[in-house]
């Protein structure tokens, strides 16, 4: 993957991720302020556990402000999940997250909260956060399909096929997340 930030960089990342396909996205429909909204979102979501996570979590109805982001320490966040939850506010307030290829935007209910979580493979946490739906329990912790299915993750036969399938890893609970 091409490492740095000239515009005319190549689209090589994972096809999940900002650097591959999802990255080639035109951002439409947005305003500046929208965008600094999806900013601040971000930036509270990074923020892990607590009460800057949880006001974040309701889209739209965030209670917080710009000025609440000085209360946080930038030395606690991750810079790869703010990016990464940036693209994903973005994505939301277009309508179209996940934007996964080949995927559809899911229905969105009222009143329903969604979480956002990392792979446990730190080159793609590093990229990219999932919500919950996508996502399955291995060993202990989240795990994203195409990490699973093409890393060195699960037992496999002689053939290297898998011996546990995707689809028959446990889904992630919010309780999950607590533990």
């Not at 689209?11 to 965008?35: F, I, N, P, W």
């Not at 000025?67 to 994505?91: F, V, Y």
């Not at 002689?158 to 997340?177: F, R, T, Y």
């Amino acid at each position: 993957m091409t490492n740095n930030l000239n515009s005319k960089r190549p689209y090589d990342g994972q096809s999940h991720t900002d650097a591959g396909e999802r990255g080639k996205t035109l951002v439409e429909g947005l305003t500046m302020r929208d965008v600094a909204d999806c900013f601040a979102r971000a930036l509270f979501q990074s923020s892990g556990e607590g009460p800057f996570y949880d006001a974040s979590a309701v889209g739209d109805g965030c209670r917080l402000s710009n000025q609440d982001m000085h209360r946080i320490d930038l030395n606690t966040i991750s810079p790869g999940a703010w990016q990464n939850s940036l693209t994903c506010e973005i994505e939301k307030m277009m309508g179209i997250f996940p934007n996964l290829p080949g995927s559809k935007p899911p229905a969105r209910q009222k009143g329903t909260v969604g979480a956002l979580v990392v792979c446990q493979n730190d080159s793609c946490a590093s990229e990219i956060s999932y919500p919950l739906d996508q996502v399955s329990m291995f060993e202990g912790a989240p795990i994203c399909q195409q990490c699973y299915e093409d890393g060195d993750y699960g037992a496999r036969d002689d053939k290297d096929n898998l011996l546990v399938h995707w689809g028959d890893l446990p889904a992630v609970s919010l309780e999950d997340l607590r533990a």
